[in-house]
């Protein structure tokens, strides 16, 4: 599941668009639907012509309501920004423009609407070289455009084609194993209680799980989970998400608060963080573009995730931050805000209302106010920037998929920091080992001193599971009378070499996603089930069986009966025992052959074919075939024309 955002300019027909792709108006205020004009987030969704579900965070584009804009930017995949035909560029293009290259949101689609209304096929051209003009050196410098006018339908296929091919590209919420989701609405439901939604993104969110609500620390249970209006038992990353939570009312929680799972997320008032100051911003009071320092102990209102809240900037290093300039900045907030080191975040000014800035958290916990000059602040954080030693490891393995323990330390330049992080790395459970069957009991006892150990992050881990899951289902949908799709099969479909995937498939059936039967791999959850028409079949073979045990009908009668899949089921849950290519038993029936036979050889020192044939007034296809069993299976041997126990 994807998430897109809208952005542009107020009354460029955003709202219009998202009700002509998704058939939901997402304007949902009464004040909203009076005045024509978003002022709070709304909220759609639709499928992609390949099946792919997305939801649509509709923002208002009015200067007065950036913030509720900011509210639900900050964590969608793709941006649908709009410019309408008619009016071209304005200044709330630019803004969210540059809040989006703030947040790196690189993944886009540029729709000019309202065509209907352009004056010619010469305006349009005009239009296009304009929003190309203010496009450049941005992060949807490449975006690709299309031509749209949600009133006459023009441009709506070739936008949803558009869609598809971009958001094939990977998602920005990869799970890492820690749920969160911020909070971008907060309201009841009768007989249910508080319900927030937001935007999952990272880990996975479960009914009956306990949750907390940062940074209050407040506990709460969730009741229900439910995304575009359809109940579900497990939420995944990047999907939008309603939440019935137990335990909390309305008047606890509000927008910006963090549902977090554990004890891992806290709140915090001192964030360091690297800010990038925007070159030029529209002074709404002096009605033009100017350029004015950012100055020790200015006060801002800073963003992140769902969150707004007043802070006062401390500059680290520098007297004043010029425009166009990127520097280091502790943020002093007058109340607590859950985040975690590498989200974004924008700063405007309070008033007028402008946005200036933004960047990248560093540390949300520095733990105290630093020294503005201290230069071995500034070092801290630039390494800081780069990454920890675990931060290292991890990006490594997430990049490179599955790898050994020796592969991985050694990662130029950690030298003898790698082995500590990869602990650590293993103890968040932001890494794991695929232990290796092969790998000898001491070294199982600490995977860490076996090099050759499989480790993977969790991430990709959770990514190939996906893919296990998706392969097996398919399988099990094409061949519901099979046991289990064959191993090779599965190896082959997931691109693994033969160790690793020995190892994934041990790991997935520790953690009881499949069951590995040997020669095939199935889904824990998939049992075989006859129809009743089967039932019926099923029932008068093994009458046949009964009717005549000892010159039972062949293989091939049998699968003329039930058919090949049928066949199989019987003969993988022993319902029918197969001696040779075309002899087969009813398992009693074979275990009766095979005691008499033995006790024959017992009292008489050996036994011959025909012997067999006639113990039980068969012929000599059957006699043959289960004495050659016999014989594979190491019971007895063959002596001239006579058999032997082994």
Known sequence: MRVIGTAGHVDHGKSALVLALTGIDPDRLREEKERGLTIDLGFAWFTLPDGEPVGVIDVPGHRDFIENMLAGVGSIDATLFVVAADESVMPQTREHLAILDLLEIDTGIVAITKTDLAESEEWLELVVDDVAQTLAGTVLEDAPLVLTSARSGRGLDELLAVLERVLATPQRHPDRGRPRLPIDRVFSVSGFGTVVTGTLIDGTLETGQEIRIQPQGLKARIRGLQTHKEKIDRAVPGSRVAVNLSGVDTDQVARGDVVATGDWLEGTTLVDVRMRYLPDILWPDLGQFAQRPLRHNTRLKFYTGAAEVMGRVRLLGQQALLPEQVGWVQLELQ??????RGDHYIVRLPSPP?????????DPHPGRKHRRFRSAVVDRLETLAEGSPADILLQTLERDGVTSVND????????ERAHGALADLLDEGRALILNDERLHDAELADPLDSGQALVVSRVWWSSLVERIVDALSSYHESFPLRQGMPREALRS??????????????????EGVVVDEGASVRLSAHAVELKPQQKEQVTELLSRFQQDPY????????VEMVGEDVYRVLISREDLVQVSPDVVFLPETYQTMVSRIRARIERGGSVTLAEVRDMFDSSRKYAQAILE??????????????RVLR
């Open 551 to 558: 010159a039972p009908p062949s293989v091939k009668e049998a």
């Open 408 to 415: 991985l330390l050694d990662v130029g330049g950690l030298e």
């Open 354 to 362: 402008t946005t200036v800035g933004g960047g990248i958290v560093v």
């Open 493 to 510: 479909r997931l691109h693994l070499d033969p160790r690793t995937f020995d190892a994934v498939a041990a790991q997935a059936e520790r």
């Open 629 to 642: 069993h016999l014989d594979e299976k190491g019971v007895t041997k063959r002596v001239g024309d006579k």
């Open 335 to 340: 109340e607590p805000i859950a985040m975690v």
